[in-house]
């Protein structure tokens, strides 16, 4: 599976955004799908996640109430609306695919848990004014 992310660049803070991870060679039907973001300095963490069938998702707190997961099958694409925008959301944005993560856990943002993971290259978000 391949994963390509867009959609991110520059807005002012209280903007929004949407990101798409899209897949080719591959559906992603039968994929988890989780949105994780890493700020110069940081280590890589999770913001949102979503179960193959998207019935389930999980969000951290930072981000609760302002973003949403969503994905389209058919479309092989994965969505990320991100509204209110903070500049502490500054950060390169990946998607990664993999199956066996419980979209439920309180652990399921846990990078660790997505080290096999398919990996899209990032498209960076920045939010200042």
């Known amino acids: 599976v391949q994963l390509a992310e867009s959609g991110g660049g520059l807005v002012q803070p209280g903007g929004s955004l949407r990101l798409s991870c899209t897949a080719s060679?591959?559906?992603?039907?039968?994929?988890?799908i989780g949105w994780f973001r890493q700020a110069p300095g940081k280590e890589r963490e999770g913001v949102s996640c979503?179960?193959?069938?998207?019935?389930?998702?999980n969000y951290a707190d930072s981000v609760k109430g302002r973003f949403t997961i969503s994905r389209d099958n058919a479309k092989r694409t994965v969505y990320l609306q991100m509204n209110s925008l903070k500049p502490e959301d500054t950060a390169v944005y990946y998607c990664?695919?993999?199956?066996?993560?419980?979209?439920?856990?309180?652990?399921?943002?846990?990078?660790?848990?997505?080290?096999?993971?398919?990996w899209g290259q990032g498209t960076q978000v920045t939010v200042s004014s």
């Open positions: 990664a695919a993999t199956g066996g993560v419980d979209i439920g856990s309180h652990h399921a943002l846990d990078p660790s848990l997505w080290f096999d993971a398919y």
């Open positions: 979503i179960s193959g069938g998207g019935g389930s998702t």
């Open positions: 060679g591959s559906t992603l039907d039968y994929y988890e």
